[in-house]
C-alpha cells in the first residue's frame, strides 16, 4: 500500500503542494521574512525524503508536472510589465539603466567570486541566475547546465537577504528617492524584495515589480553569451 502510493505520480505533487501551504501559513502567521514558502516547501520536502527514506526519483515522477508549469508562468510576468506601462514610461530610463547596472553587477560579482574560489561550470551556472525570481532563474541555470535545486535555493537566499537589508542599506547610503528605492530592491532581491518594498511604499513596490521583470529580461539575454 505504502509502496503503491510513493510510487504514483500523486504523491510528489501532493507533497510539494502540502509543503507549500505549510510555508505560505508559517510566513501569515508569523510575517517574518526567513518563513519564506519557497525556503519552507524545500525544507520540508527533504526531511520527508530523508527522514522516511524516500527515493527522489519517486518524488521526481509527481513534481515534475510542476515544473512544466514554470514556463507559462515566466511568461505571465510580462503581464506585470504591461500594467505598470505608465510608470514605467515615466521613468524609462532610470529604470533601464538602474536594472542594466543592476544585473551586470550580480552576474560579474557571480563570475568573479566562482572564479577566485574555483568553483566548477555547473555551479557558477546555477548561482548566474541568483537576483532574477524563480520561474526566470531556473530556466535559465537549466539551459546553462546548471543544478535547479542550487539556484532555487541561491534565489531565496538572495531574496530574503536584500529584503532584509534593503532599508538599512537605503539609509546607509541616504536613498531618499522611491524610484531608485524600488529599483534598487527588485534588481537585487526579486520578488520577496517586491514584498518588502511594497511595505515601504506603493511608489517603491511598483517599480520594484517592474525591475524584477527587467533584470529578469536582461539576465535571460545575457545568459546567452555564457555556456556551461
Known amino acids: 500500500m505504502l509502496e503503491a502510493m510513493l510510487s504514483s505520480p500523486f504523491f510528489g505533487l501532493g507533497l510539494t503542494c502540502a509543503a507549500w501551504c505549510v510555508g505560505v501559513f508559517l510566513q501569515k502567521k508569523t510575517g517574518f521574512l526567513l ?20 527515493p527522489y526519483a519517486d518524488y ?39 536594472c542594466l547596472v543592476g544585473t551586470l553587477t550580480s552576474v560579474g560579482s557571480v563570475l568573479l567570486l566562482c572564479k577566485l574560489m574555483a568553483v566548477n ?23 546553462l547546465g546548471g543544478i535547479p535545486g542550487v539556484t532555487a535555493a541561491a534565489v531565496v537566499i538572495a531574496g530574503v537577504v536584500g529584503a532584509i537589508f534593503a532599508p538599512t542599506f537605503a539609509k546607509l547610503f541616504r536613498i531618499t528617492d522611491p524610484v531608485a528605492e524600488g529599483v534598487a530592491i527588485g534588481a537585487c532581491s526579486h520578488a520577496v524584495g517586491t514584498s518588502k518594498a511594497l511595505e515601504i511604499g506603493p ?22 553569451f555564457f555556456t556551461a
Open 35 to 54: 518563513c519564506n514558502p519557497m525556503l519552507i516547501a524545500t525544507i520540508v520536502v527533504v526531511a520527508v525524503l530523508a527522514v522516511f527514506r524516500i
Open 60 to 98: 521526481l515522477q509527481g513534481s515534475s508536472m510542476l515544473t512544466l508549469m514554470l514556463s507559462p508562468v515566466t511568461a505571465v510576468l510580462a503581464l506585470n510589465v504591461y500594467n505598470q506601462r505608465r510608470l514605467l514610461g515615466e521613468y524609462f530610463l532610470p529604470v533601464i539603466v538602474g
Open 121 to 143: 561550470a555547473s555551479m557558477t551556472s546555477a548561482l548566474l541566475p541568483k537576483s532574477v525570481t524563480t520561474a526566470i532563474a531556473i530556466a535559465i541555470s537549466e539551459n
Open 203 to 224: 511608489l517603491q513596490g511598483a517599480m520594484s515589480s517592474i525591475a524584477l521583470c527587467v533584470c529578469g529580461i536582461i539576465t535571460s539575454i545575457l545568459a546567452m
